[in-house]
């Protein structure tokens, strides 16, 4: 498929929802904890910034390993995130890549325990189509508590 | 509409657009209070199972008298509730068929009270389509809790 | 585009992303401080009601004002708020103009403090299209606590 071929009403509304699915199956392989599944969402030199980490995670490799540390932990204190992402907007920049923005929310539930708000973030993505699917060019993650 | 007559680029979107709908509704009926028209979002045959409960409750009928009864105890104690689902993922398996993983969260509101989470959970559902209408057929919550 | 030129399957999902890519926009323009673009996503004769206030606030001046006071205030306490909607549902009430419910949160995160779940709200909301815009002509929001 591509954009340019449909109708333009009928490309923003397929694209906002090939977006939506990316972001609800890429939340999912995290918050399953298959970190290695999670970093190929990523493209080969993806990024990942956070204004919490003190130097964004260039590339799959990395962002596996630091996914994986992160995922492993959370299992060993019996914790189940689930990363909620929402008021998604989309802008095309091109036939294979489009900037989304999204707010997204880190919910914690200790097992036996009780689900609480851990943090309130705003993301904003640079999307790349390669192959047919979409990945994450790069990603500037922005923690409310700390802007 | 037959979802093979459309184009797949259109028919995903659509698909994607009306289970969107239906969880809309579906959740607004419950949270109204509504019990026993929010049982018939579920086939006749229809399965609620919970890892917070021993048993499915299987039929319309098990269903509304158990939403029924804890929809009254909520009136009863003047809490509002409201169940957000997220991150949706939509799979076709047939003409009039989907499987459907969402997050689902709970959020209380005593009258005159505080807004809190009450809990994090994850939803497996399958959907068929009978007569033009989507309905749950098979419904599967895990409590992050107790999982 | 007119909706009534395009198959109904198709205008449906399109009308609900359009409606989302609004929601979105609006939210993130209030979120980020600008109360006089937030504004503008109401008609000139909008109406903003909710349970909380003694009186709706109506026409753009009066909601402008009011976010602006609003706005200044979260700054100043160094206080970032998101709305987040959900669970929307819409209903085409004639070519340009929808009704919409949908449920929404408010969450406040003090700088270098914790995310917090302030309130939950249930929103119904009349859209207009003026110029292939959609636009705020009439907005309810109600909240658990005071209902």
Redesign the interface.
Known sequence: ?TVTD?SP??S???L???I??F???Q??LLDDGRAEDWALTFTEDGVFAANAHPEPAAGRAVISAAARKATDEYAANGV?R?????????EQRGEDEVFA???A?V?E????????????TRCDDRLVRQDGRWLVKHRQVTR????
Not at 82 to 90: A, C, I, K, T, Y
Not at 144 to 147: E, N
């Open positions: 498929m449909a009403a009928v923003a509304a397929e906002y929802f090939q939506q699915q972001y609800a199956h939340m999912q189940q689930r990363h909620w992402l929402g008021m998604v907007s989309v923005r999204c707010y929310l919910i539930t200790p097992r036996g325990g009780q689900a609480a708000l851990r943090v309130s409310d508590d700390l802007s």
